[in-house]
């Protein structure tokens, strides 16, 4: 057991409401600050690639991190992205090519609900995935040029 797990293991059996107090407390300061978001979506991120889903990782920290906070709309749907926890539309990493690993050339900033429905398919796979979907509902898709 890590220092880090005892010690809030201790907290909590000194006052029941302290590990909830000092999330939400935490929450509210990453929601204040969108640098905060970002760095913590960048850890969160680069510590499931590496170590659950063993994905190789190599991205630089500071430049990824501006990267997300600089992303306005996610790259994939062009939804906003919202800079709150917990939110559907909360940035997210996503690589482009998921059979390779997190390079600068292999990401985009998506919403974290886009990245999640798009899963291991390529961009142009969930597009078309989506455009089934719209189609067999009903409705009619024309490209537009852009």
């Known amino acids: ?21 000092h999330y939400s407390a935490s929450v509210e300061r990453m929601n204040d600050s969108p640098h905060l978001l970002a760095a913590r979506r960048y850890s969160k991120q680069m510590s499931n690639a590496k170590n659950a889903r063993n994905i190789p990782w190599n991205l630089d920290k500071e430049k990824t991190i501006q990267l997300i906070v600089e992303s306005k709309v996610c790259s994939i749907s062009g939804r906003p992205l919202i800079f709150k926890i917990g939110d559907p539309d909360v940035p997210s990493i996503d690589r482009k090519n998921s059979k390779l690993g997190y390079t600068k050339n292999n990401i985009q900033i998506s919403s974290a609900l886009v990245n999640k429905s798009k899963g291991e398919m390529t961009d142009k796979e969930f597009l078309e995935m989506c455009c089934q979907v719209v189609e067999h509902n009903g409705y009619k898709i024309s490209k537009m040029k852009r």
């Open 1 to 21: 057991m890590s220092r880090h797990t005892e010690y809030y293991q201790k907290m909590k059996e000194q006052n029941p409401n302290y590990v909830k107090e």
